[in-house]
């Protein structure tokens, strides 16, 4: 089993940045591909950004050239630096990795933290 622990979440103005991280433990040898998914109030959970371990990135459109996923792998944790952030980029945001060999994009992640809460005032 594997656990993730997001910090670095809160509120901040329209323009501001803010930088997520996620701590992986337990059975971290099973994870390939770490990243972030949001939701927000009424609406369905989305992907954000995904790295996997060797270091291929996924962005969503609507974050390209505003956040930047990264990794440590020696530290198990991904970090998410979120620049230029708008009002609908608040949502709770979850850390998630999936397992060596799964095929995340088609069946989903196989593990998620509790959430943090990004709140952008306008």
């Known amino acids: 089993q594997v656990q993730l622990v997001e910090s670095g979440g809160g509120l901040v103005q329209a323009g501001g940045s803010l930088r997520l991280s996620c701590a992986a433990s337990?059975?971290?040898?099973?994870?390939?591909?770490m990243g972030w998914y949001r939701q927000a109030p009424g609406k369905q959970r989305e992907l954000v950004a995904v790295?996997?371990?060797?270091?291929?990135?996924t962005y969503a459109d609507s974050v390209k050239g505003r956040f930047t996923i990264s990794r440590d792998n020696a530290k198990n944790t991904v970090y998410l630096q979120m620049n230029s952030l708008k009002p609908e980029d608040t949502a709770d945001y979850y850390c998630?990795?999936?397992?060596?060999?799964?095929?995340?994009?088609?069946?989903?992640?196989?593990?998620w933290g509790k959430g943090t809460l990004v709140t952008v005032s306008s």
């Open positions: 998630t990795a999936a397992r060596r060999g799964s095929n995340w994009r088609a069946y989903g992640m196989d593990f």
């Open positions: 337990g059975s971290i040898f099973d994870i390939n591909a």
């Open positions: 790295i996997t371990r060797a270091g291929t990135i």
